[in-house]
Each structure stands twice: as C-alpha cells, then as structure tokens.
C-alpha cells in the first residue's frame, strides 16, 4: 500500500458518468459559487462602510480562486458531521462546502455579529462544529495536528469518520506537518493529509522551500504511507483520487495526497505576485478549473448556455444577498468583548 | 476541609487496607476513615476515578503508559484502562498537543502530559494559538476540554533547560485555566474539576512534591477554581505562595514564629483564576504580604498580585509587596547556585523580616 | 467643581504657618503657577502658588492668621458662576470638625472644670491631622513625611498626629507599629499638644500690679529654641579665643572701597580668610553623623543673619572659591533676603561652618553655639583701639576678638587653635585674601 501513485490523467467520460448528471452539475454550482463568492468578498474588501474610513471587509483575505476543484473535488465524498475537515487560513471554498450559508460565511467577512463565528474570526477562522469543519487556521501548519486529533477522535469513537486536512505546500516543512503524519501512520488514524501545492508559500517558491519536488511521493514513504498526486486543477482527478484516499483512511488506513495547483490571485488581497511572470498566471489561467469543468459539461451535452447563464444568475443572486445580508448585519453588541474567552456552561 | 500539611504528618493508624486504583498507586486506608496518600497517588486517583466515570478521557504522553509514566503518576493506567485509553506518544509535544486539541473539539477529553513542562514549549503554538484562543475565536461553537499536566518548576540539580516554572508564563493568556496545587488534597481535587469542566487547563505538578503525604478522604470531592486556601493562619505577614513555594514558605514561616513573627500563608491553589479576595482580605488583616514563586520576578505572578494589591488594598498596606521570585538567570547546576537560585526559606525569611521592618 | 485649596507644607519640619497676605479675592480667575498668597513657614516668607485653576469662591481663613498645615484655606470653582455655598460649608464644616477634633481631649474635665469653655471658635488655631478626605482616605501629609498607606489610615481612626510620630521604617517611614506605640503611650494624640497653641495672647498682672505680656511662640521661635537646645545640651562644646591686630586688614579694606561700587565690610574679608583656613584644616570644615565625620571639601559657610523675631543663617556656598567682591555681594543679596523672609530653604539648609559677627554692637567677645550638624562656629567681635608694640616702639593698633566655638566629639584642641592660628596669619597679612 506504500507505493507511491501518480495518477495519469482520468478518463473524463468515465469519471463523469460515474459521478453521474445530477450530482457533477451540483459541484459545478459549488465551485462557481466559491468563485463568485470570493470575487464578491475581494470586490468589497476595496470599499468602506457608508460615510466611513471602515473598509467593508479588512485584515487579511486569501482567496481560493483556482483552486476550486481540490476540495471540492474532496468533499463531495464526506458526509459533513460524520467526517472532519480542518484547513488553513484559505477556507472559504470549505465553509461553502460544508454547506454554510454565504450569508454568515460573508458577514463574517463584514465583522458582524450574524457572522459564521460572531465576528470574532474574520476571513481565516470559518469553523462548522455541527459539520465537522475545525477551521479556518491562522498559523502555517497549525490545523495538521488539529486534523489527526479529529481522526483519532472519529476512530476512538467508532463513528466511522474520517479527517481531511488540508494545507498548502508552505506546511510541509512545519514540524506538525511531520509529526501528524507519524503519529497517523502510528495509530492508523483515518486521516487523509491533502497538500494543495500551488508552487508558491506566499511569494517562495515551493522548489526554493521543500527540497524534494514530488512532495507526496517523496514524503508518504518516510511515514510508512501510502500517497496520491494529482492534477488538482481538473474536479474529474480530484473526485477520482479523494474517492481511493478516502476509502483507504475509511480502512484504516492514512494517506497523503498532493494536488498540483495554482492559485490565481496572490497570496492574500494585498499581494501584488511581483515572484511569478504574467506569463506563468496566463498559462495556468487556461486550465481553469471552472471553466474547464464548463467546457466538459457543455461538450457532453449536460449544461447549455442557457443553463449556465442561470445558474451564473442564481448564484450571483445568492452572492448578492449574502452582501446584503452582511451589510445590513449588526455589529457585535461590545456585550460580546468577553464572551466566549472561556467555555460558557 | 481544612487541610494538615505532610511530609511531617503522623497518619492515623493504618488499618492495612489499600485504596483505589488498586493496580496502580494505592493510598492507605486509615482507621479513621481517610487514606494516606501522597500527591503522586492523588493525581493518579484522580485520574483513575474519573476514567471510570467518563470513557471521553484518554490519557496520553510520552512514557505515559507502558512506563508508568517518568514520574509515575499515571502508574497502573494502561493496566486498568488499555492501550487505547492509555497512549504512549512518541516526542512530539507539537503534534500531540496538537492532535489533544483536535480531539477535545470532537468530543473526547485528553489528557496529555509533558514530561516536564520545559518541553511544553515546543508545543508552545498548539497551547497558545489553537487550545486558548478555540473558544473565543470560534464565537463559543468549540470548547477545548484538554488537561495538560506534568512536572513543572526545578528539579533536583537539572540545570537550566529542565527548570522552568510556567505559571506567569500561560497566565499571561486569556482562555487557559492555570492550576499550581501544593498538596494531595488540593492536587486530587483541582485535578476532579479539570476534569469535569470545558476549558484547556494548564495543570502545574512539582517533582518535588510528588512524595509528600496527606490524610484525605476517600469520598469524591473537588475543588473549585479560583478558591484560595490558608494553609497556615497568621497576624503579621501574609505570603503567598503556591506549589513547592507553600512548602518553602511553611518552612519560613517556623522559623519566623521562633522570632515572634506570626505569618499567614495563603494558597491560591490557581493561578487563573486568582482569588484575589481572599489575598486581599488576608493582606487587610496582616498590612503586609510577601509573594514566593519558582516564576521569574519580571512579569512573575507576584508582579501580577502585587499589583492588584495596589488596586485593592492600598490603603491596608503597610509596607511595599516583596517578591521571593526565582533569580532573573536560566537554573545553574553547581549546588550552591542552584540553592541562591530558587526562592528558598532563607530568602522568604528575609523578605518577611523586611516586610515588617524586623 | 469646587476645589479646596489646602495650606501647604512648605519646608520638611513644616506643620503650621501663617496666612501672611492673601494677593487673590472673591472673583478672582487664576490660573495654575498665580501666586495666590504669601506664607509664612518657620523659616521664610513664601508665595503660594496656585496649582488650580478656577474662580476664588472664598477665602476661608483672615490675612495674619496662623493655621495648620491642610487647612482648607479657600475654594475655588472650576468655572465663574459655579454655586460653591455647598462646597464652602462643607469646607467650613471640615475645619470645624479639625478644630473640634484638635480642642483638648479630655472628657470628664469639661463636665466639672471648665463649665464656661467654649470651643476654639477659628478654624485656624489648631493643628490638623489626617482625616480630610470624605472618603475616608488619608489626607496629604507634609511633604517629606513618609508614612505607610495603613499607618495613615490607623492613625487617622485612632486620633493619633502623625507628626507627632517619628518613623522606624525605612528613611523615617512611619509604620503600622509607629502608631500602635504611639496610641498606647499617648503620644500625638490630637489635641493634647493643641492646647498650648491655643492660648492667646494675654495680658496678666503680676500681683505687684505691673504688667506682663505673654506672647505665644511663633513657629519660628519655637524651632530655635528647640534646636538650640538640642545643640547646647547635647554638643560637647568647648571654645577657643585669639585676638587679631587688624590695622593691615582695615587699610585693605578702605584701600578697596575706593573702588567704585566696592562695599566691602570687615565681615566679607572674614568670610574669606575662614574660606582659605577651612580648606587647611578640614577638621573644622566637617559635620558630625553620629557614626561618622563627614570632612567637607567645599567651605560653604553659613551667616548668622538676624531678623525680626529670630534669625537665620543663609549660606555661602563654595567661599573658598569666590573673590571678597563676589563674596561680599553674595552676603549682602543673602542678607536682604533673610530680612525680607525670602530665602528658599535650599540658601538656608546646609553648610559646613558658620560665622556670627556681632562686632557692630561693639561687644569685644562672645561664645557662640553651635549648628548641628557642623562641628564649628566663629564668634566675631568688635574691633577696638589699643596701644599695640611694634619693632620695640608703642603704635596705635587694632585688635580683633575671635573665637571659635568646637564639638570636641570631632575638633580636638590643637585642631581648633591651628586653624585660628592660620586666620590671624591671613588677617595681619591680607595680601593673600587677594589671590
């Protein structure tokens, strides 16, 4: 089961019809909704409050744009409150994935008491108990333990659940990063450790940060692992892939995987990606996850243009009564200063 | 209950009964109904009782299990409880702090030991960022119901990687719980209320009193957070102390009264919460107040109570707040150093004499 | 808002003063740093600078009234207009209740003895201790006193001065155990040393008919004669005389007053000869601490100074350095404001020997005491006319009178008689008193 795997490129026909209509046009929506959800969140994070200095939405905002078909590739094989997911700092697609509503997810976003967490988190802390997602983390490897506690949760509770976590390939390195997956591979928790390698931790070069290149093909092996690497800017590889992952953590048995990706934007909004060429973001822009899954709808015949402009409609519709919904939000009451410092009850 | 102080305690006769867990540490039972444990056995019963009540709680470390711990306060668990409850980690306190919080957010309540809290900081950022903050920075949607525990403070001759005392340190943050007990009594106790409530609980043991015995019951009991203890009542001088620092001060205290000084100490029992009113209240009776601490003296919990003694009872002092602090350099080993090192008796003496202008 | 202005402690010992002058009234804006009236503290004539600013209210005490120390001696609003009849009854009765609290305490006399006594009826009469504030906190205490926050707050419920109370605790801090000891003894309790103050002047009768006039003892005299007691009874003094034949020094003298703007007196080339025989014979130049003598490098030497009702010694400092022209301006500056009650405490504490000249009264000589902590003191007497021999032949002379009054706890006789030896030199040979 160590053998490292490298999946070839997926049989596109095969896969979506094994995903079947109703449920492949479903992650199309999902994906799009990340998409314009955050476009919308990156959009309002350059305006102020009416007749204020008060940026809309402010700190820090890491965007997921490019990434889409990672986790939702990943999640569409988890039942949200069974199974776990803890991620970093970037967790917008996962929120929305878990099935929150954009509403909270965005007058989180805006610091208002509606928020997904009170306004107490913003941008980096979505967290979901009823749905198993345990944030939303703000240091650089800090979810990866947080993650296999969850799985060692799951398995010493019999619930038969498993743990995805995620991280960029800017975790690797970190000591929790290696010491989850020993003590995974120890205990044979039901963990699944998903890197999203988009090449770049902030504005370092993952070959200028992780001395080996095939990260999990590398690394699975030290831990006693098995590992999956995969074109994460294509749903059909990921789904394909989460699909073997998660039945082997079901098992028993922890893997890691590595999705080959490529984040569109910056770092986070503020980010101007002066280390990576226009031509380098044009080239990845071509494989667009979104558009390419669009394509493929379109080509089989599942989705017209006509569809996709109402879908398109819808979800800008949903987006813009999450903007609504957090504008007209009331801030925290200051009651709420120091509530929740420690467990009430 | 009022407690006695041991090491210098005559037990009530033993009826040559042992108590609970009986395949690990087992207390004395004594004719009077109470048992004789040490603080060792007390933590261990504690853990053991609770275990039984509540099949949420797992224990895990390094050395935890298969060793009976390094200090062996968990001796006899993985007998009783199994290698799924009892977990032998490997040295990895980031990651298993870390995987603690992740379990105590679904559902189970870990306990975790660090070996020494010296080696606590290298899970510093799991304690801090991910245990302390889940609760507030979740908006109350999770709670951390971790313990952490283990040996804190000097050692006997470990030197300066090895002696740490932490309890200013992670009072310092907002959302842990800090417990510093000096007894067996107190440390089974506090240990019973780690155990039943929500929030990550830094609980702070000393090697060096994991001997000393004590009378106490054999009935359930706990003990609240944040309320104080005296453990030796007085009119002159208030110290207080906790953890090893009681026993330095009792020592002190001897002394003192040989020289017709009569000292109060009061035992804060947790450092977060701190019960400031009973402080305040002792200090309003004896004008004065000496505070013994392993911590360093520059942001140290006496630099914190002295404080609070300025806001609160300014007008009932009548002489400045001294501080028996560890000297402001890392635990040497040479013999001598060490012993100038730590805030002994000889030093607790000096500070009350200075304290009452003697 | 009403702000009390409380009379201020103006000089360490200080604990009562007199209202001299009051240079603000009713109406009145002021601002922080105005002067808002002159006082008078056991050493000096002061202003009182305001260090609020508001609208005078009222003056609660008369001009020439002495009072204690925190006396409400006036309000101020913080704003014109401000209806300040609250405040000034409650500042009045504060006084009233300091008053009462300091009469004489002594319950079951008043039933019996004093039948007809009434209350001290001014505010003003009686020293005040701690309790001012309404919030039960202890009130400021004069400057310099130390006192821990539970020694104000004991004192204060047990009716006890504090500055009646030395301190055991560190730099004089009184403690806790001050005040318990001083309960027990008796000692500060409010009122028992009030009484004296109380009296007024009064005229009695001699039962021979004539009249005697009993004059209270203003703080100033008070203080004198308790620190010259003190030194009297408690310095080992012993006294050495010489006489100087001063013709050569008299010439000097009238050689330099030619110059115009030169006011030198015989005392201003005293002061410097003693300047250059102190830095010789340092012995003479020392203080005495009890466990230690403290030999001073500088000769910073204190004038006897008389003024109305006492006197006071305003100092030269560094002497030793200056010329007879600089020394003698600085003398006669010092001496104007001494008389003028305007010296700062720092021109009159210190020094580390002095000179009292009382030769314009034509005595030829006299004893002087000494002041603690210094261990010497120069007795300067009148010059007078006497045959004198030089070179075999009987010449007019002048003959000078010193002497100099010695702690012999630190100044042994030889010492003493070196340097009086070493100033007659200086003063027959003046040319040195130039260089």
């Keep these: 089961m160590s053998a490292p795997v490298t999946l070839p490129p997926v049989d596109a026909n095969a896969v979506r019809a094994e995903i079947g209509k109703e449920r492949v046009l479903s992650l199309y929506r999902k994906m799009l909704l990340i998409r314009r959800f955050e476009e919308q969140s990156e959009k309002q994070s350059g305006a102020f409050r009416d007749g204020t200095q008060i940026k809309k939405i402010a700190g820090f905002l890491h965007l997921y744009i490019g990434q889409e078909a990672v986790q939702t590739g990943f999640y569409d094989h988890l039942t949200p409150g069974r199974d776990y997911t803890a991620t970093s700092y970037r967790c917008h697609a996962l929120g929305i994935l878990s099935g929150l509503d954009p509403k909270e997810l965005m007058a989180e976003l805006f610091g208002k008491v509606t928020g997904n967490v009170r306004g107490k988190g913003g941008s980096m802390h979505f967290f979901s108990k009823e749905k198993g997602m345990l944030g939303g983390h703000g240091i650089v490897g800090g979810q990866i333990p947080v993650g296999t506690g969850a799985a060692f949760s799951a398995k010493y509770r019999k619930t038969g659940g498993v743990s995805v976590s995620f991280m960029g390939d800017g975790a690797v390195p970190q000591g929790t990063f290696h010491e989850s997956l020993n003590m995974a591979s120890l205990w044979k928790l039901p963990a699944i450790y998903v890197i999203e390698n988009n090449r770049y931790g902030m504005g370092t070069a993952c070959s200028r940060a992780v001395a080996v290149e095939a990260i999990a093909t590398a690394k699975a092996p030290g831990y006693g692992m098995p590992s999956f690497t995969f074109d994460g800017l294509d749903l059909y590889a990921s789904w394909k892939t989460a699909q073997a992952a998660v039945a082997l953590a079901r098992a028993g048995q922890p893997v890691l995987v590595e999705a080959k990706t490529y984040r569109f934007r910056g770092h986070s909004a503020s980010d101007a990606a002066l280390y990576r060429s226009k031509e380098e973001v044009d080239q990845y822009r071509k494989l667009d996850p979104i558009e390419r899954l669009k394509n493929d709808l379109l080509g089989c015949g599942w989705l017209n243009e006509t569809a996709v402009e109402q879908i398109e409609e819808q979800i800008a519709m949903q987006v813009q009564e999450a903007v609504e919904f957090a504008e007209t939000s009331p801030e925290p009451p200051l009651s709420e200063l120091g509530r929740h410092v420690y467990a009430e009850g | 209950m009022t407690t006695t102080l041991v090491p210098a305690l005559k037990p009530s006769r033993s009826i040559n009964t042992k108590t609970e867990p009986t395949m690990g540490h087992q207390g004395t039972l004594l004719s009077n109904g109470m048992q004789l444990v040490n603080t060792r056995i007390a933590i261990c019963q504690a853990l053991y009782e609770e275990m039984r009540r509540d099949d949420s709680i797992v224990v895990m470390g390094e050395e935890v299990a298969q060793y009976n711990g390094a200090y062996k306060v968990t001796k006899g668990l993985l007998d009783i409880f199994g290698a799924e409850r009892v977990i032998d980690t490997p040295i990895t306190e980031s990651g298993f702090t870390g995987l603690a919080v992740g379990a105590a957010m679904t559902g189970l309540r870990p306990v975790i030991e660090y070996m020494s809290w010296n080696f606590s900081f290298v899970a510093f950022d799991q304690i801090i960022s991910n245990a302390s903050k889940m609760s507030y920075m979740t908006g109350g949607m999770f709670s951390v119901p971790l313990v952490m525990r283990g040996p804190n403070g000097a050692g006997p001759r470990v030197s300066s990687q090895h002696s740490h005392a932490v309890e200013a340190l992670f009072s310092h943050f907002p959302g842990l719980i800090v417990v510093s007990p000096s007894t067996p009594y107190d440390a089974k106790g506090l240990m019973k209320t780690a155990l039943r409530q929500q929030n990550p609980v830094c609980y702070l043991e000393n090697e060096m009193i994991y001997g000393y015995e004590q009378e106490i019951p054999v009935e359930d009991y706990a003990i609240p957070f944040g309320v104080g203890d005296i453990k030796r009542a007085g009119t002159d001088c208030t110290i207080v102390a906790f953890s090893r620092g009681v026993h330095f001060a009792l020592e002190a205290a001897e002394a003192l009264a040989k020289d017709g000084i009569s000292v109060e100490i009061v035992d804060p029992r947790t450092i977060k919460p701190l019960d400031i009113d009973l402080i305040v209240k002792s200090v309003q009776k004896t004008n004065r107040c000496v505070v013994v601490e392993e911590c360093y003296q520059t942001g140290g919990v006496g630099a914190e109570i002295a404080a609070q003694l300025m806001m609160r009872a300014f007008d009932d002092l009548d002489a400045p707040v001294e501080r028996v602090t560890t000297t402001e350099n890392p635990m040497p080993y040479a013999s001598n150093l060490e012993h100038e090192t730590l805030p002994k008796p000889h030093r607790i003496i000096a500070a009350v004499k200075k304290a009452c202008y003697r | ?435």
Excluded at chain 3, 55 to 81: R, W
Excluded at chain 3, 342 to 369: D, H, R, V, W, Y
Aim: hydrophobic letters at 50%; one cysteine or more; proline letters at 6%.
């Design chain 3, 1 to 435: 808002m009403i702000l009390e202005q409380l009379f201020p402690a103006k000089s360490p010992t200080m604990t009562e003063g007199t209202l001299v002058s009051w240079r603000v009234k009713p109406g009145d804006q002021v601002k922080v740093g105005d002067v808002i009236a002159e006082l008078q503290t056991d050493k000096a004539v002061m202003d009182w600078e305001s260090s609020d600013a508001g609208v005078v209210a009222e003056l609660l005490v008369p001009a020439g009234a002495m009072i204690p120390v925190n006396t409400v001696a006036a309000v101020f609003t913080s704003k014109a207009g401000e209806n300040a009849a609250e405040g000034i009854a409650k500042a009045k009765a504060k006084n009233a209740k300091l008053a009462a609290g300091n009469a004489p305490v002594a319950p079951a006399m008043t039933a019996e003895a004093a039948p007809a006594a009434t209350a001290p009826a001014a505010v003003v009469a009686a020293p005040v201790t701690t309790p001012a504030a309404s919030n039960g906190a202890p009130a400021a205490l004069p400057k310099g006193v130390r006192v821990s926050p539970v020694a104000a707050k004991f004192a204060a419920a047990q009716g006890v001065d504090l500055r009646a109370l030395k301190g055991s605790g560190p730099d004089g801090r009184i403690i806790r155990r001050d005040v318990e000891a001083a309960v027990a003894s008796g000692t500060g309790k409010i009122g028992s040393s009030a009484a004296k103050a109380e009296k007024p002047k009064a005229k009695l009768t001699r039962a021979d008919g004539a009249a005697v006039i009993e004059q209270p003892l203003s703080p100033m005299r008070a203080i004198i004669g308790k620190r010259l007691l003190e030194a009297k009874t408690q310095i080992p003094h012993f006294y050495v005389t010489e006489t100087v034949e001063v013709s050569a020094l008299s010439a000097l003298r009238e050689q330099l007053n030619a110059f115009d703007g030169f006011r030198i007196t015989l005392n201003d080339l005293i002061v410097r000869a003693s300047a250059l025989a102190l830095r010789l014979h340092p012995k003479v130049n020392a203080t005495w601490h009890g466990t230690s003598v403290k030999l001073h490098d500088s000769a910073d030497i204190s004038i006897a100074v008389a003024i109305p009702d006492g006197l006071i010694t305003p100092i030269v400092t560094k002497a030793h350095t200056k010329s007879v022209r600089q020394l003698s301006d600085d003398v006669r500056a010092l001496a104007k404001k001494a008389v003028d009650g305007k010296l700062q405490p720092a021109e009159f504490q210190g020094g580390s020997f002095t000179i009292s000249n009382l030769g314009m009264f034509g005595i030829e000589t006299f004893c002087a005491i000494i002041t603690p902590p210094q261990v010497a003191i120069l007795a300067v007497g009148g010059i007078k006319d006497v045959p004198v021999v030089r070179h075999g032949q009987i010449v007019p002379g002048k003959m000078l009178s010193l002497t100099l009054s010695a702690d012999h706890r630190a100044v042994d006789g030889a010492d003493a008689a070196a340097f009086l030896k070493t100033l007659r030199e200086l003063l027959e040979a003046p040319a040195a008193l130039l260089a």
